[in-house]
């Protein structure tokens, strides 16, 4: 397949920080990667070091839960969309 063609069919996870190479996981490794990741962020920088932008072009459920994810679970208000430009 040509360069942009091919299309990921499981998630990768980067091993050895990074200049890591890419390689296959399940979907609970790279979700509780992800998750790690954030818990990582707001335990070193706080809360407010996390932001998240939203899409006008989503539904109203999934935004209300974008924006629902990041006060409660995150402790942030740093949200922003699309919707207000």
Same mark, same amino acid.
């Given at each position: 397949?040509?360069?942009? %063609?091919?299309?990921? %069919?499981?998630?990768?996870?980067?091993?050895?920080?990074?200049?890591?190479?890419?390689?296959?996981?399940?979907?609970?490794?790279?979700?509780?990667?992800?998750?790690?990741?954030?818990?990582?962020?707001?335990?070193?920088?706080?809360? %407010?070091?996390?932001?998240?932008?939203?899409?006008?072009?989503?539904?109203?459920?999934?935004?209300?839960?974008?924006?629902?994810?990041?006060?409660?679970? =995150?402790?942030?208000?740093? =949200?922003?969309?699309?919707?207000? %430009?």
């Amino acid at each position: 397949m040509g360069e942009g %063609t091919a299309r990921l %069919t499981r998630p990768l996870v980067r091993e050895g920080g990074r200049g890591g190479t890419l390689r296959p996981a399940s979907w609970d490794e790279a979700l509780d990667r992800a998750a790690e990741g954030f818990r990582r962020a707001v335990e070193r920088h706080g809360p %407010t070091s996390f932001g998240l932008f939203s899409c006008s072009k989503a539904t109203n459920e999934l935004n209300f839960m974008t924006q629902k994810f990041a006060r409660v679970v =995150i402790g942030s208000n740093n =949200i922003d969309s699309c919707n207000r %430009t």
